[in-house]
């Protein structure tokens, strides 16, 4: 969509919220970040995946890429309490092989594929380098990361633990993953926001959520434009 096109939207869109609603927005818009995205392998339990999901959106997290390949993810809003509402999630329902393709090209787009295990090598996310975008890897609750995701790592992180539980739980271990290379993330990296014209992309698309029919609104919107713009 043009940008004229879209600043003629969030204009039309904009007058039906509230000035304290697009303040807020505007605050979620300053705190999101693509440099960080999360990659859920196989994860079984469907409110696992979606507390996943909410722990980073609230950390501004927006993009989430979906591996099925045993169980099918279910969006649940219950657990998600309205997160999946405001993130990407990705999903590739044609893909035969999910984790080689979904890796692949995160790769080509420049993410460094960052593998959670419990090798006593791998680092902490304190410790990790964040000198380039990284996708994290999330393994499901009984066997953890594939080998396949573990082969086409560029590097390994672990939490430390010290009591007598093998584990955390997944979607602890995210949100405790998270928070460390988030805090990390606005300290150290000059460009984790988004750009200007991304924000207005999503400025865009959050302020059409907040109302109802937005679709029909934004029909009617599109020929005011037209006459305004000749």
């Not at 672990?158 to 007598?164: A, E, I, K």
């Amino acid at each position: 969509m043009e940008a004229d096109l879209v600043d003629f939207l969030t204009q039309k869109f904009g007058d039906f919220l509230s000035d304290e609603r697009k303040q807020f927005i505007e605050t979620v818009l300053d705190n999101r970040t693509d440099f960080i995205r999360v990659v859920l392998e196989d994860i079984r339990d469907p409110h696992n995946a979606n507390a996943i999901i909410r722990s980073g959106e609230c950390l501004g997290i927006q993009h989430y890429h979906i591996i099925e390949n045993e169980n099918v993810f279910k969006l649940g809003r219950g657990v998600s309490r309205g997160a999946i509402k405001w993130v990407d999630v990705h999903q590739y329902p044609e893909s035969k092989t999910p984790t080689a393709d979904v890796l692949q090209d995160l790769k080509s787009k420049g993410y460094k594929i960052v593998v959670t295990s419990p090798n006593e090598e791998a680092c902490e996310p304190k410790d990790l380098s964040l000198d380039q975008p990284i996708a994290v890897v999330m393994g499901n609750e009984r066997d953890g990361i594939s080998d396949e995701a573990k082969a086409m790592a560029d590097d390994f992180i672990r939490l430390p633990m010290h009591g007598f539980t093998e584990s955390y739980n997944v979607s602890v271990a995210s949100g405790i993953t998270f928070y460390s290379l988030i805090s990390r993330l606005r300290q150290s990296v000059d460009k984790w926001q988004f750009d200007q014209h991304t924000k207005a992309d999503y400025r865009l698309r959050w302020y059409k959520k907040c109302m109802a029919r937005p679709d029909d609104y934004e029909k009617f919107f599109v020929k005011a434009f037209e006459p305004e713009k000749t």
